[in-house]
Each structure stands twice: as C-alpha cells, then as structure tokens.
C-alpha cells in the first residue's frame, strides 16, 4: 500500500467526502489544507479562501509539514486539496523521501456540469464538519447537523456561484498541471466520481489497498 494517498479532483468532486471515509474504515488520517486553513483565526486567509483564489505556497506548505510529521500520520496519510501547484507538487516530492514514504494520486473525475449544485448545495457542520448536501444529501432535520442536533450547518462563503467560477478557473490553470505530471510519472489512477459516495469508496477503496 502507498503510504501517501494524493486525493485530487476540482472543486466539488468529492474529495473531502472520500476522505473521510477513508480515515473512517481504513485508519488513514485526512489532511485537508481546506479545512486546517478554514480553521486558522487569521483573517486574510479567510478573504482569499472566500475570494476562491489559493493561499501562497509558503504557508500551505509549511502546515503540510508540521501537520504530517505527528505521530499519527507515521504510517500514512491521505491528503485532501495539496498538492494544487507545481512547486507544492515538488516539496511533497521532497517530503515524501524524506518520511521514507511512496506516493500514488487518485483523481475522483466529475463532469463539471454536476459541480457547481454539488458546491452550491453543499452545507457543513461547523462543529465536527460533517458534510451535507440539500439536493444529494439532506440532514435528517432542516439544516442541523446529525451529529449535533442543536448546531445549524453552514454555507461556505465560496460556495457562492461568482466563486465557485473562479475556484475552477484556479483549477483548470494551476492544478491541472499537477495532475498531469503525476499521470507523465506513471502514479495517477482514476475513479468515476458521478455515482453514489458508497460506490467511488468502493472502487478507491480497491485502488489504495492493491497499490
Ligand atoms: P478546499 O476546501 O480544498 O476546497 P476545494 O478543493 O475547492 O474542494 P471542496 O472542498 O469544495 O470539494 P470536495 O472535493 O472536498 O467535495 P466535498 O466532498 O465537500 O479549498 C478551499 C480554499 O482553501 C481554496 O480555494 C484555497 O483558497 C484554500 N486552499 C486549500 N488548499 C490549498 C492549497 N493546497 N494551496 C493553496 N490554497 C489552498 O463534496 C461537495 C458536495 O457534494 C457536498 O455537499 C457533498 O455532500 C456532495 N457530494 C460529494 N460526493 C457526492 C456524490 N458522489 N454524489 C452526490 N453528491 C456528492
Ligand atoms: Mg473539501
């Protein structure tokens, strides 16, 4: 098995739902620069992630870094929206031979005419992050998470459509790259990302465990 799982796909594909499956049944920790960013209390870095443009390589980078370097992390890690660059692309290179790890990036393939209700239907727990959806996955009770049936989901502010515009405009110039260059290195495989979550864990589920 592939120490290092790269989940990659556009905005909406699935990856944060994908991961946390993983984590869930396969005991690999999610590392979700997303989310880690979304949890800093430090304002610019909010209005980027709201404006749907990427946050400076330096920054991701180091959290990346110090995030993979816990203990629980020592036998693996899925990561969750890093690499999205090409020099992100590279200190993961150099991390990973440095942890003594291998790597393989699965993309989650999603039309992108399913993305944009996917984003823009998608609402969150702000307490354990739980992800829904209004039109594929509803709460239980309108707009409260399942989890913790006081806490009211939220938006994410670049959920909006102007932004999610912009975010797949980011991806198309600065991530397809990456993708790319894992296909060229021969350590990309791909999984439909249209059917039901249950069934792209299934067949990641196969690709991870046989790699
Ligand atoms: P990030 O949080 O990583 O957002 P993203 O890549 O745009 O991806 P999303 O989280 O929107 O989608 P997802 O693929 O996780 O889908 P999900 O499972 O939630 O990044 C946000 C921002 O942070 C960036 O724009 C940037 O500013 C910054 N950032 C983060 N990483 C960075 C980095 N490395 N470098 C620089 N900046 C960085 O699913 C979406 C919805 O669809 C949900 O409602 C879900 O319930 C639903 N859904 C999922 N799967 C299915 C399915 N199979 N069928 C039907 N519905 C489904
Ligand atoms: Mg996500």
Redesign the pocket.
């Known amino acids: 098995m592939s120490n290092i799982i790269v989940l990659m ?11 946390r499956l993983i984590q869930e049944r396969l005991g690999l920790p999610q590392i ?4 880690m ?2 949890a800093l209390a430090v304002a610019d870095i909010h209005t ?2 709201a ?7 330096d ?2 980078m180091e959290m ?1 870094k110090g995030r993979t370097s816990r203990e629980d992390c020592s036998h693996g890690y899925v990561l ?6 090409a020099a ?1 692309a590279e200190m993961l290179e150099k991390l990973a031979a440095e942890q003594g790890m291998g790597l393989m990036a699965v993309l ?1 393939d ?1 039309p992108v005419s ?1 993305l944009e209700q ?2 823009n ?4 727990c702000p307490v354990c992050n739980e ?3 209004v ?3 509803p709460p239980q009770s309108d707009n409260f998470c399942d989890r913790h049936r006081n806490v009211q989901l939220e938006q ?1 502010p ?2 909006e459509l102007d932004k999610v515009q912009i ?1 797949l405009e ?2 198309e110039r600065q991530t397809r790259p990456v993708l790319d260059y894992y296909r060229q290195s021969g350590r990309l495989k791909v999984v439909d ?5 249950e069934a ?1 864990y299934a067949g990641l589920a196969r690709i991870i465990t046989q790699a």
Do not use: W
């Open positions: 796909g556009a905005p909406g594909a699935g990856k944060g739902t994908q991961a979700s620069t997303g989310d960013l979304r980027t992630q404006s749907g443009r990427l946050i400076s390589d920054v991701v990346v969750d929206g890093f690499p999205r660059t992100q989650i999603v399913v996917r984003l239907g998608r609402r969150t992800t829904y959806n039109y594929f996955k994410r670049d959920d975010r980011t991806y990302g249209s059917s039901e979550p792209i």
